[in-house]
């Protein structure tokens, strides 16, 4: 078994149930502003407006600010609506950012791991709403480092982005393992600058691409203690080198 010192998490999907927040925060928000639409509806039209605008937002195209209103204008008008788009995009970042709701396995994995070795949270969102769901979620005291993709300017897959978290945990790629549930963003991305990467899959689908599989799959979040051990002594605590 490999000797990782450091572990990267992705995590919307793989440690928080986005899901599940976002659907939350979207009815909330349309019970107030299109309360008369139904709501899978609207639900199902705001989640492919959102993905068209956080790729341009990814390709640099737009700013936040222009992410978060665009994507309620383009809703609303779409939909034939009234109401205001830039209320609305206020209530749903508000309450958004409240919902916290961590996978099964995940705290107690969390937990577990810090005491091995050092955890970075890489994450590609909005620094509000992830901010606020890591601070009430009661886990972000054990990441050395949280790296999010909208205070960075830098989005994964880029490798950019992978580097910036070698550098903050003061480790090489070598010595990193990268855990995630996106195939592109999370396991091309990591393979990509050169560290292991475990891809989440607990439906247990076969690997879809892009490029090769991961050199780990699992399908429990708690399987990732199986894949990192506790580093010697002298491992753990060398601090000497960027890179050891
Ligand atoms: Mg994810």
């Known amino acids: 078994m490999k000797d990782y010192l450091g572990v990267l998490f ?3 999907n793989t440690l928080f149930d986005y899901d ?5 925060a979207l009815a909330e928000t349309l019970s107030h502003a299109a309360p008369e ?9 705001y989640r492919a407006i959102n993905a068209r605008y956080w790729k341009l937002f990814e390709e640099g195209r737009i700013d936040s600010a222009g992410l978060q209103s665009g994507r309620w204008v383009d809703l609303f008008r779409q939909m ?8 609305a995009a206020a209530t749903y970042i508000t309450r958004l950012s409240r919902k916290a709701y961590l996978l099964a396995g995940a ?4 937990c577990e791991l810090a005491r091995r070795v050092r955890l970075c949270l890489v994450t590609n969102g909005l620094s509000r ?16 480092a949280i790296l999010i993709s909208e205070e960075l300017g830098i989005a994964k897959p880029d490798p950019r982005f992978f580097q910036a978290a070698c550098n903050a945990l003061g480790l090489s790629p070598a010595r990193l393992l990268c ?9 091309a991305g990591a393979r990509g600058a050169g560290i292991d990467a475990c891809w989440f899959s607990p439906g247990g689908i076969p690997w879809p691409g892009p490029g090769d599989p991961p050199q780990h799959v699992i399908r429990d979040i708690g399987d990732v203690l199986r894949l990192v051990r506790m580093p010697a002594r002298a491992q753990k605590n060398d601090a000497s080198g960027v890179y050891p």
């Open 10 to 12: 992705d995590a919307d």
């Open 20 to 24: 599940r927040a976002e659907a939350e």
């Open 37 to 45: 639409v139904p709501r899978e509806q609207s639900i199902e039209a």
């Open 80 to 87: 034939g609506l009234s109401a205001d788009p830039a209320a």
């Open 107 to 110: 705290a107690e994995t969390i």
């Open 129 to 144: 709403v992830q901010r606020g769901r890591l601070a009430r979620s009661g886990i972000g005291g054990h990441f050395t």
């Open 179 to 187: 855990v995630g549930d996106s195939p592109a963003a999370d396991i």
